[in-house]
């Protein structure tokens, strides 16, 4: 890392410290906060934030829309027995979602070895399993928990539509026992009167969130983003939990 890179990198820790400091004391704390998706920036935001991100299902995956998450959702059991290629991801074989693999970029070569390729299925297969079995133990606990969701640009210009389809989601969490829980969907700051309106006497336990743009699809963990959109909200939204490791390599944080 070269001196302007070191300084810069310095300038930005501590004026995350600062934020920290002098932030006000968080509206609502929660055991767990989880992320939803619909793709990696909740948790790269979180990562960025806390500097810590505990492992759940839906962390690094890519989901086509709301209903495609209530559908997996339901039927947790299915999800992850099986995975066709979606470079540089894998798709479920039968779910609409994505997830990363552990191996790099280089495996999806047309050179690669296909070995390296079917070692990385493998691993995805084991990890989903056991990120299964947590997501089932957590629901059966009387934990707190707040899940993340960042509707698509596609669902922020439909609000009944999301309104409806995250009182689904809900009904979705709670079927699979989650009891002590919130949602809390990040839209975009244009959008937020709208959706507001719509859940205004839902009753739901529902939060809503903004932020001033969303970032693009190929680059969630480069930006353009609103770092201190996110900052806000992660202030506003605590959590108790804490890693058991302070050493450890998280994905996209090398």
């Known amino acids: 890392m070269n001196l302007k890179k070191s300084v810069a990198k310095r300038v930005t820790c501590f004026s995350d410290w600062l934020d920290k400091l002098f932030a006000p004391a968080p509206l609502r704390t929660y055991n767990h906060i989880i992320s939803l998706g619909f793709n990696c920036e909740v948790a790269f935001q979180f990562l960025e934030y806390h500097k810590f991100l505990e492992s759940h299902l839906f962390n690094w995956c890519y989901t086509y829309g709301i209903r495609d998450l209530i559908k997996a959702i339901q039927s947790l059991d299915s999800i992850g027995k099986d995975f066709k ?93 989650m009891k002590e829980f919130d949602l809390l969907l990040v839209v975009t700051k244009d959008t937020l009167p709208v959706i507001q309106a719509q859940f205004h006497k839902s009753g739901a336990n529902i939060i809503i969130e903004s932020v001033s743009r969303h970032a693009p699809i190929e680059s969630v963990t480069a930006g353009p983003f609103d770092k201190a959109g996110w900052r806000r909200i992660w202030a506003k939204y605590a959590t108790t939990y804490k890693p058991t490791s302070k050493h450890k390599k998280y994905k996209f944080n090398q």
């Open 85 to 177: 290629p979606s470079p540089p991801m894998w798709q479920d074989a039968v779910h609409m979602i994505n997830f990363h693999g552990r191996g790099h970029a280089k495996i999806w070569k047309p050179d690669a070895n296909p070995a390296l390729l079917q070692e990385d299925k493998a691993e995805l297969i084991s990890r989903v399993a056991h990120l299964k079995e947590k997501f089932n133990k957590l629901a059966n606990s009387p934990e707190t928990i707040l899940f993340v969701y960042k509707p698509h640009l596609e669902e922020l210009g439909s609000p009944e539509s999301l309104a409806a389809d995250s009182l689904e989601l809900c009904k979705a969490l709670s079927s699979r026992g």
